[in-house]
């Protein structure tokens, strides 16, 4: 009776057939798709191989090229230069943002429509449209900054201000996603403690640094985590907007690995490069994650 | 005496009167600033999209001037028409949603099905089957980005849907939140259904799927837009103009009007407008799946 669906009598193998009914399709896409490349990528970064001549082992070779390789380390300070432009920005007028947000207001749902615009869209659009802006002759960014006196950089073609540029319409693009976060967990702070700490005369700056900012403080752990993994991919508004250039002043770690794989066929090398932006963003995590355990409250 | 009363009515009264309503005027100070902080920060985020489009509409003559003119004069949509020329640009609007539908419907039904065998079917290696498929959530795209391009020119899949979709079809995320949502479906429900010799397909189909609406919305928003917005893989595996997608065929049109913003705009107008549209009907969900997920497109 009731012998193939009860799961107490239930026969294992009928059991295994549902296991690979239910999992077969994915595994064999993930298989496929994701877990041969991978371990695929690992062998080639030891070797190397354009597709026209035979693949050829070189060992750590391609690793130690990287390590005397110019175009590498200005691709990597270029990114650092980037994250550290780009995380305090978005974080702090996150923040700010999100608090504003954080109180009885009308029309929150306008704002709110309003500031995610930038991030349900295109990366290749709004960096075109930042290029745009930031044009030096027609652009609207340096005729506002004429309007004031200000007679403004040549943004984009200029070595000193491509990447600052890249960094304003990134923090452009992600404020709305980072507020959004730190509004949910600000919302989330039980009102107790404020009621609690305005009957020690808590208020204003010394509340948001006594109270919010430490309750805050997991979502404000996620964001930075969130932010600096995606930070190091960097690439779709660099591609767009500078192509790394000008004289490769804001070529990132991805535009270079793209640069070695599909310009140069050096299908090993960019391998190699791969892993060690993988490398980087594991031990970053980490980092994080030890940190998180000495710094962040919990409520 | 009635001095001292005076005083003292004095004392409690007015002062207090003068504290409510400087408080209470400095609260309505408070408010008018913070209403005009987040309209300044609102006009900061939508303005621009406006220029965009405002600059779509524009004749070439008003687009390189050095003081700038906020509408056109005669606003004209021959820049799209000059697109439509140059560019099959229902073939890849269609290509982009596509492309976007069948990674969408593929990531919901591959990745509710194995959620649920994760969730709900207990089999050996379950455990260390689905700490791998985490592991996986930890290396960036770039690294399989080669490997899969050399395995697309393989097997002939350059400039191909399937190249396209295939890709991006299977991820741990979707499993991963869906697991989640389908380990809290009761457990006694799904005995009873046994009892009454429902098999694993049905419990699936009638019983989990339906109350896990919230997490097939965000998986659904979250799927649908990343596809959309893609840029790296469509770029690398395709060639040409008929099997492109939309920020593909953006790049490309930036590539051949360098320098006429007045087209650009338009393809990039033609890029967000439809994901646009769609945000603003079903906002809720796209601001529950990105804040949930806490995934950008």
Do not use: C
Request: hydrophobic share 55%; net charge positive; charged share 10%.
């Amino acid at each position: 009776m009731a012998v193939v669906s009860n799961k107490v009598g239930e026969k294992n193998w009928v059991r295994r057939l549902w296991v690979a009914f239910f999992l077969g399709p994915h595994l064999i896409g993930m298989l496929a798709f994701l877990v041969i490349p991978i371990l695929a990528s690992l062998v080639l970064s030891f070797a190397e191989w354009d597709l026209l001549t035979p693949a050829r082992w070189l060992g750590l070779d391609n690793y130690t090229a990287l390590l005397s390789d110019p175009n590498f380390w200005d691709a990597l300070k270029h990114t650092f230069y980037f994250i550290a432009g780009y995380l305090p920005l978005v974080l702090v007028l996150g923040l700010g943002l999100a608090l504003l947000m954080n109180q009885k207001l009308r029309g929150r749902l306008i704002f709110r429509v309003a500031f995610f615009l930038p991030v349900v869209s295109a990366w290749v659009a709004v960096a075109l449209l930042w290029k745009w802006l930031l044009n030096p002759r027609y652009g609207l960014v340096n005729w506002l900054l004429s309007l004031v006196g200000i007679e403004g950089p040549g943004w984009i073609f200029d070595p000193n201000w491509a990447m600052p540029s890249i960094i304003l319409a990134s923090v452009w693009k992600d404020l709305g996603f980072v507020m959004m976060i730190l509004l949910a967990g600000l919302q989330a702070i039980s009102p107790e403690y404020y009621e609690a700490a305005s009957l020690d005369g808590a208020a204003g700056w010394r509340m948001l640094r006594n109270i919010t900012i430490p309750l805050l403080s997991p979502t404000i752990f996620f964001v930075v985590v969130i932010s600096l993994v995606n930070s190091f991919q960097v690439f779709d508004q660099v591609y767009v907007m500078t192509a790394g250039g000008p004289a490769g002043s804001s070529q990132v770690l991805v535009g270079e690995i793209v640069n070695n794989a599909f310009r140069y066929s050096r299908f090993g090398y960019a391998s190699a490069m791969s892993w060690v932006l993988f490398a980087l963003i594991f031990i970053v995590t980490l980092v994080q994650l030890w940190l998180q355990r000495r710094t962040v409250h919990y409520q | 005496m009635q001095a001292e009363n005076h005083g003292r009515r004095m004392a409690f009264t007015t002062p207090r009167n003068q504290a409510s309503s400087l408080a209470s005027s400095l609260k309505i100070g408070r408010t008018v600033l913070v209403y005009l902080a987040l309209i300044a920060a609102a006009l900061f985020a939508v303005f621009p999209f406006l220029w965009m489009l405002s600059t779509s509409l524009k004749a070439a003559g008003e687009v390189t001037t050095t003081s700038p003119v906020l509408l056109p004069a005669n606003p004209t949509l021959a820049n799209y028409a000059t697109i439509a020329d140059a560019f099959p640009v229902w073939r890849i609007l269609f290509n982009s949603l596509l492309v976007a539908v069948a990674i969408t419907l593929a990531q919901l039904l591959f990745s509710a099905m194995a959620a649920f065998a994760f969730a709900r079917i207990p089999f050996r290696g379950s455990g260390l089957l689905f700490v791998i498929y985490l592991a996986t959530l930890m290396i960036p795209s770039q690294v399989t980005i080669t490997p899969l391009f050399i395995l697309m020119t393989g097997l002939g899949w350059v400039n191909t849907y399937q190249g396209l979709i295939l890709p991006g079809a299977f991820s741990a995320f979707g499993v991963f939140l869906l697991r989640q949502s389908f380990l809290s479906f009761p457990k006694e429900y799904e005995e009873a259904a046994n009892l009454d010799g429902a098999t694993y397909w049905t419990v699936f189909l009638r019983l989990v799927l339906p109350v896990s609406g919230p997490a097939l919305a965000t998986l659904t928003v979250l799927s649908f837009m990343s596809a959309w917005n893609s840029f790296l893989w469509p770029l690398f595996v395709t060639r040409d103009a008929d099997i492109m997608t939309l920020p593909v065929a953006l790049a490309t049109l930036q590539g051949r009007w360098t320098t006429q913003w007045n087209l650009v705009m338009a393809g990039a107008v033609l890029a967000v407008l439809p994901i646009i549209t769609l945000y603003l009907s079903a906002q809720r969900y796209f601001v529950q799946g990105l804040t949930s997920g806490g995934l950008k497109g």
